[in-house]
């Protein structure tokens, strides 16, 4: 790691999942540009952030990070932003009642349009292609010209993003976010779920809650936490031209903030400990997120945390396990153990999807909602025998009712893939798998209360 930190040091480091640019000229140009353009979130939030998360490292509440694999140029409308925002809000008040603790929304949207893929080429039939690497690379469309890098997909992902951000502002500060609403929609879920009695309780007890605060005088027109919701963005940082690009340096600390989003987080497959992606990140002051997957080790996880959290601050490092549902028991303390012994204070979440995708018969990408409520379970059970507190949970999902993962009280089966499989890259939960987990968590949290 070189000391000191600029913006540009990682360009010493190795660093994997780029692009191969086909024009240099062309993407100094759009990095020029790009640095040029207003932030498009703001350091002032990004400390707001950082304050939540210290809550959450502490125990005193619990990160929800949800969103698509991919976001695409393709669905861009009002309609698909405001589901995705609702799904999670919905999920974040089920999961309120479940933990007893505030939830911290964040989801992962406006700027995760990059993706690091497991081999660079994709064949179908005799034809051998670069992959897919999200829409601020190239094309999904399975063609030679889609195929190719094109640098100013970096200043499509910066406008699509601040424009996807203004409308989510607007959203979360215009009423929209009525918690009496949000109910209003879960209960409409219930009542239509094939396990919906399974969830009345739950949901009762939340309208109970609601029905009380009007009595005693607490309603949306007094009381703005009612009506209005912080929700934060975050995308994994892979294109570092594009990372360094968003990076101001804030005037009223002299810090660096990268200011593409709240939250930014490194993948499984770039946090390799003298790699590009870590040397880039330990430098902005943002809440930092590491996938960790079965390969990480204890002595991986200790020199990420020297690394990205030299001075041990509470919520600005977040470990997200991602081992696999039978996978968990296995890797998971070890881990654990050793940032325990160590004295390091990590947020620890679990992401439940990546380590539990699998090919159906069909050719179909996808994941068993029974496998991801699994992974769930077994990392609550295990930071119960740890004495550790599980800080969050990290999703896939889309508010549309799309079918690209199976399982789920509407039991989407593999026959049902086809019908409306529209993920350019991994499969999501849709919006009743994902209010399922939501019910389902809130159900195992109540049992480990008991
Ligand atoms: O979203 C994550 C990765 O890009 C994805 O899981 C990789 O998928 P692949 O193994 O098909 O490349
Ligand atoms: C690429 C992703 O995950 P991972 O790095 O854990 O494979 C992702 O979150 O989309
Ligand atoms: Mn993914």
């Not at 008040?93 to 700027?111: D, E, F, H, Q, S």
Request: proline share 5%.
């Amino acid at each position: 790691m070189s000391n000191p930190w600029q913006p540009d040091s990682w360009r010493k480091f190795n660093a994997l999942q780029q692009p191969e640019w086909p024009n240099q000229d062309e993407l100094q140009q759009v990095c020029k540009n790009l640095s040029s353009y207003p932030p498009l979130v703001f350091a002032g939030e990004v400390r707001s952030l950082s304050g939540h998360l210290k809550r959450v490292a502490n125990g005193k509440a619990f990160l929800l990070q949800g969103g698509d694999c991919a976001e695409s140029f393709g669905e861009f409308n009002a309609n698909a932003i405001r589901d995705k925002l609702k799904i999670l809000l919905q999920m974040a008040v089920i999961l309120t009642y479940g933990g007893g603790r505030p939830i911290v929304k964040v989801g992962r949207i406006a700027g995760q349009f990059a993706k690091p893929r497991s081999s660079p080429t994709e064949t179908q039939g005799d034809q051998t292609l670069p992959s897919f690497r999200g829409e601020m690379v190239n094309d999904p469309d399975f063609s030679e010209s889609s195929r190719n890098p094109e640098p100013n997909r970096l200043e499509r992902v910066y406008f699509q993003s601040a424009s996807t951000l203004n409308l989510l502002r607007a959203f979360t500060s215009g009423g929209f976010a009525d918690l009496h609403s949000l109910n209003n929609w879960t209960r409409d879920f219930v009542s239509n779920s094939p396990q919906g009695k399974r969830y009345a309780e739950i949901a009762d007890k939340l309208t109970d809650a609601l029905k009380f605060m009007d009595t005693v005088g607490i309603n949306s027109t007094n009381t703005p936490v009612l009506h209005e919701v912080e929700y934060f963005t975050s995308h994994e940082a892979l294109i570092l031209d594009y990372e360094q690009a968003l990076t101001r340096e804030d005037s009223l600390t002299n810090e660096y903030y990268c200011c593409s989003a709240h939250m930014l987080w490194i993948g499984e497959r770039t946090r390799q400990l003298d790699g590009a992606h870590v040397e880039f990140l330990r430098g902005v002051k943002n809440p930092i997120g590491v996938k960790l997957g079965p390969s990480a080790t204890a002595e991986d996880a200790l020199r990420l945390c020297d690394a990205l959290n030299p001075q041990n601050i509470p919520g600005r490092l977040t470990f997200i396990t991602r081992f696999g549902h039978n996978k968990v028991e296995e890797n998971l303390p070890k881990l654990i153990r050793s940032i325990k012994q160590a004295g390091r204070s990590v947020i620890w979440s679990c992401d439940p999807m990546h380590g539990n995708t699998f090919t159906a018969s069909s050719g179909y990408k996808t994941r068993n909602v029974d496998h991801v409520m699994s992974e769930i379970r077994s990392f609550f059970a295990v930071h119960k025998a740890e004495g550790t507190c599980p800080g969050g949970v990290h999703f896939e999902l889309t508010g549309d009712a799309v079918t690209e993962c199976v399982g789920g009280s509407h039991q989407v089966t593999e026959a049902h893939l086809p019908e409306r499989y529209e993920t350019t890259c991994d499969p999501r939960l849709n919006a009743t798998q994902s209010l399922d987990i939501a019910f389902l968590i809130t159900e195992t949290l109540q049992d480990f209360k008991k």
